[in-house]
């Protein structure tokens, strides 16, 4: 048994393809599929179900592969730490970030990062908040933005800031005559949300559960964008972070932004969350610091 088959476990666990496995752990889906043979002679036990158009893991091809994940996530940090021992501030940092953060708060700190830290690879990676934390406990990623709260004891989670939530209206909604609003006029509002699986859906729908408005149900988006342009063509109002309203993102003709005032003003809690175990803490520490300085304004209408 050896560090390449257990990357080839892992590999067809979360693949559940012999060759999507292959192509992701760039060999050939024989080769792949003969090493997972000689793993599964040597442990003595099945792995693997195999059928013409699917794979599945057996309940000790499970075990397995959440064991192999640990080793190989481990090794991996034993690499990591040895580089930034020689370098703290070089190496790679693999990022996760989600779709309705990640196109509007990058550009203002991306440029921040180079500069601090030139010879950084940082490596993207742009999943919904489950996926990312999924990836983050099993080693794939090395620190994640999450919106907070977070319950996990094996993650340290260090708050960025608090990005408040806006009303975009169509020009001619009731609503957009007002200079700001209450979470109390959003009573009975029909919101356009989301579909289910972003953060910002679960956050949107608690501002309608503590304000008594509801959800336009009949239409989700698929992303911030959609949403926008529903607004824009008048189909209903909706609920956007900060961020994704403030340069660089274009003004859209028709829509009117609106805060809210008022102690329970919706917002949302960004944080910047790695392993309490990871090797990299103190560097990912210095990294944090500087998404918690944002250009002033950018959190402001």
């Not at 257990?6 to 979360?14: G, I, M, R, S, T």
């Not at 397995?64 to 190989?72: D, H, K, S």
């Not at 004891?153 to 700001?180: D, G, I, K, N």
Request: hydrophobic content about 45%; aromatic content about 4%; proline content about 7%.
């Amino acid at each position: 048994m050896n560090l390449r088959d257990l990357k080839y476990l892992v590999a067809l666990a979360e693949h559940k393809h012999f060759g999507r496995a292959a192509a992701a752990c760039f060999v050939s889906q024989p080769t792949l599929s003969t090493q997972i043979k000689k793993l599964e002679e040597e442990l003595g036990v099945p792995l693997v179900e195999r059928a013409p158009r699917k794979v599945m893991l057996t309940p000790a091809g499970r075990e397995a592969a959440a064991r192999a994940r640990g080793i190989v996530a481990e090794v991996e940090q034993m690499k990591e730490a040895a580089r930034r021992s020689r370098d703290p501030e070089a190496g790679t940092v693999r990022l996760g970030i989600f779709p309705t953060l990640g196109p509007y708060l990058l550009p203002h700190v991306v440029p921040a990062i180079r500069e601090r830290f030139p010879q950084l690879e940082l490596l993207l990676v742009e999943e919904k908040s489950d996926v990312l934390l999924t990836q983050l406990r099993n080693g794939q990623l090395d620190a994640a933005l999450l919106a907070l709260p977070l319950h996990d004891e094996q993650l340290h989670a260090e708050f960025l800031f608090e990005e408040p939530f806006v009303l975009a209206a169509p020009e001619s909604h009731p609503l957009a005559a007002h200079a700001t609003l209450g979470m109390g006029d959003l009573a009975d509002q029909r919101l356009l949300l989301l579909q289910d699986g972003h953060c910002l859906r679960d956050q949107a729908l608690d501002v309608c559960h503590l304000a008594g408005a509801l959800e336009k149900s009949e239409f989700q988006a698929t992303s911030l964008e959609t949403l926008r342009q529903m607004v824009a063509a008048n189909v209903g109002v909706t609920l956007l972070p900060m961020l994704a309203v403030k340069p660089p993102v274009a003004r859209s003709e028709n829509i009117r932004l609106l805060g809210f005032t008022g102690e329970d003003a919706p917002s949302r809690r960004i944080a910047m969350v790695w392993r309490r175990s990871s090797a990299m803490g103190d560097f990912l520490q210095q990294l944090a610091g500087i998404f918690q300085h944002l250009p002033p304004g950018l959190l402001a209408l």
